[in-house]
């Protein structure tokens, strides 16, 4: 066998050169500018969200930032939770457990007629009163704001029914602390509800 033939045809050779694929152009698109903002426009990140928040990522976007809330907190608010959360607890125990002495603690010595009522309404409060404990431990501002909004309401119905007592007759010195007691909730609660959906300030 000769050399002829066995070597390669240099006309295939050429062929099969000019068959192959172009080496392909390996585009930096994390060092373009421009094209890391237009990628980031169409995601819809890094503007500022209604809460002012400047996300640099669509996850954080979606989830939250809880960390800049923590920086942000209203000074004294999960005292207030926490006292908010006693109190609910307390008087939902109580008229479950205690309802006549409740019900004359309220209404100043008026007679008792059904317990169940008082006991329906302690078990609504323990309900709520979880909700309170559950949103002592979360840095969530919309779980935080519907709270408050929930008590600002809750004494605010409270103390329309209590001031509505007047109409049977004069209140009595509990009735009417009560009553402020309620009013001063309603103030507290929603003041800082207003503070947890504020939005920062620029610097």
């Excluded at 207030?80 to 603690?105: K, N, R």
């Excluded at 007679?111 to 979880?130: C, F, H, M, Q």
Aim: hydrophobic share 45%.
């Amino acid at each position: 066998m000769t050399e002829a033939s066995v070597s390669p045809c240099p006309s295939a050779e050429g062929s099969m050169a000019a068959k192959q694929p172009p080496p392909l152009m390996k585009k930096h698109s994390q060092t373009d500018l421009v094209s890391r903002l237009k990628t980031r426009k169409i995601l819809g990140v890094g503007g500022e969200d209604d809460d002012g928040e400047v996300h640099r990522s669509k996850i954080s976007q979606v989830l939250g930032n809880e960390i800049k809330f923590a920086v942000r907190e209203p000074l004294g608010l999960r005292v207030w939770q926490f006292l908010s959360a006693v109190l609910f607890s307390g008087v939902a125990i109580l008229a479950l457990a205690l309802p006549d002495q409740l019900y004359d603690a309220v209404f100043d010595g008026a007679e008792v007629t059904s317990k169940t009522p008082i006991r329906l309404y302690g078990g609504a409060l323990l309900s709520i009163s979880l909700i309170m404990w559950n949103a002592l431990y979360t840095a969530e501002k919309v779980i935080i704001r519907w709270t408050l909004l929930t008590e600002a309401c809750y004494f605010g119905v409270q103390s329309l029914v209590t001031a509505s007592l007047a109409e049977t007759g004069p209140l009595s010195l509990g009735t009417l602390l009560l009553l402020a007691s309620r009013l001063l909730f309603v103030a507290i609660s929603v003041y800082y509800y207003y503070q947890v959906g504020r939005k920062p300030k620029k610097v």
